[in-house]
């Protein structure tokens, strides 16, 4: 399960969906929590998650479910009061990861917004630009990126604007803005070469598409990768594709990234606690 970074606090990201609980205990309470998830409504979530912790105590998965939630659910309220610029980016990015695990776009949308004000920079604008482009606001995409001058766009905002071009029947134009992977560095992350994915295998470019989807899940946390293998084989632009052996040997690819030992993540860069430990320093 992936791993996300709340202001001062570490915890698990539990894919609502991906596991049932089974008859009985606790499991009807913990779907009931997924199911109002879904739909957005967290105070129902937090309450059927703390139902079927204490129907089954002893199930990590529902304690860390309930934590989780109910911390997403407190964050969502306190946001717009927190004064401290980095403590609300945190915030900002901690609601962002989530709501974008958990498909909850529309929630996604106003914080993305606001921090695309606040701080609007190209790394903002990408994430902004994910948002909308899930939400098939293809032409606020277009509009966004192009407050941007191309030579300092990203290769990850240019994908993304690539895939609105191409969904507004710019197919030249979205072709000019795929950067091919191997000239992209791997500091980019893996939500740049999903994109760079998306957009070569909307442009019919397999080659591509395998060597970027490759990269995308090479870089992805492993406590993250099985949940990444079924959002890939999920995106419709893969569809086409998705039953071809070459396919299915790239979704297999593992994880190259580093685990380390005192959080689950990958470096301290980003870690609230960096500055207390000597890997920090």
Same mark, same amino acid.
């Not at 139902?51 to 717009?80: C, H, K, W």
């Not at 000239?183 to 992350?189: E, N, R, V």
């Not at 959002?231 to 052996?245: L, N, Q, Y």
């Given at each position: 399960?992936?791993? %996300?970074?709340?202001? *001062?606090?570490?915890?698990?990201?539990?894919?609502?969906?991906?596991?049932?609980?089974?008859?009985?205990?606790?499991?009807?309470?913990?779907?009931?929590?997924?199911?109002?998830?879904?739909?957005?409504?967290?105070?129902?979530? %937090?309450?059927?998650?703390?139902?079927?912790?204490?129907?089954? &105590?002893?199930?990590?998965?529902?304690?860390?479910?309930?934590?989780?939630?109910?911390?997403?659910?407190?964050?969502? @309220?306190?946001?717009?009061? @927190? &004064?401290?610029?980095?403590?609300?980016?945190?915030?900002?990015?901690?609601?962002?990861?989530?709501?974008?695990?958990?498909? /909850?776009? *529309?929630?996604? /949308?106003?914080?993305?917004?606001?921090?695309?004000?606040?701080?609007?920079? %190209?790394?903002?604008?990408?994430?902004?630009?994910?948002?909308?482009?899930?939400?098939?606001?293809?032409? @606020?995409?277009?509009? /966004?990126?192009?407050?941007?001058?191309?030579?300092?766009?990203?290769?990850?905002?240019?994908?993304?604007?690539?895939?609105?071009?191409?969904? =507004?029947?710019?197919?030249?134009?979205?072709?000019? =803005?795929?950067? &091919?992977? @191997?000239?992209?560095?791997?500091?980019?992350?893996?939500?740049?070469?999903?994109?760079?994915?998306? /957009?070569?295998?909307?442009?019919?470019?397999?080659?591509?598409?395998?060597?970027?989807?490759?990269?995308?899940?090479?870089?992805?946390? &492993?406590?993250?990768?099985?949940?990444?293998?079924?959002?890939?084989?999920?995106?419709?632009?893969?569809?086409?594709?998705?039953?071809?052996?070459?396919?299915?040997? %790239?979704?297999?690819?593992?994880?190259?990234?580093?685990?380390?030992?005192?959080?689950? *993540?990958?470096?301290?860069? =980003?870690?609230?606690?960096?500055?207390?430990?000597?890997?920090?320093?």
């Amino acid at each position: 399960m992936p791993r %996300v970074i709340l202001p *001062g606090i570490s915890v698990f990201i539990v894919l609502a969906g991906t596991a049932w609980a089974g008859p009985g205990g606790g499991g009807e309470a913990f779907d009931r929590g997924n199911a109002a998830l879904a739909r957005a409504d967290f105070d129902a979530a %937090v309450e059927a998650f703390q139902a079927a912790v204490r129907a089954e &105590p002893e199930n990590q998965e529902f304690m860390q479910t309930f934590a989780l939630v109910r911390q997403i659910r407190d964050l969502r @309220e306190s946001i717009g009061d @927190e &004064p401290d610029p980095l403590r609300w980016r945190q915030s900002a990015a901690a609601l962002h990861a989530f709501y974008a695990e958990h498909g /909850l776009y *529309g929630e996604s /949308l106003p914080v993305d917004r606001k921090r695309y004000d606040r701080v609007p920079s %190209v790394e903002s604008a990408a994430l902004l630009a994910e948002t909308l482009l899930a939400l098939d606001r293809d032409d @606020e995409v277009i509009q /966004l990126a192009g407050k941007i001058e191309p030579k300092n766009r990203t290769p990850h905002l240019n994908a993304l604007l690539g895939l609105a071009r191409f969904r =507004s029947g710019n197919k030249a134009e979205a072709a000019a =803005s795929l950067v &091919p992977p @191997e000239l992209i560095s791997a500091d980019a992350g893996p939500s740049c070469f999903l994109a760079v994915a998306r /957009l070569a295998a909307s442009l019919g470019d397999t080659k591509t598409t395998l060597a970027a989807l490759q990269r995308a899940l090479e870089l992805t946390h &492993p406590g993250r990768i099985e949940a990444e293998r079924k959002r890939v084989d999920g995106t419709a632009e893969f569809a086409s594709m998705a039953g071809t052996p070459e396919f299915r040997a %790239v979704l297999a690819t593992s994880s190259k990234v580093h685990e380390s030992s005192c959080s689950g *993540g990958s470096s301290c860069g =980003s870690c609230p606690k960096r500055a207390q430990c000597s890997g920090g320093k």
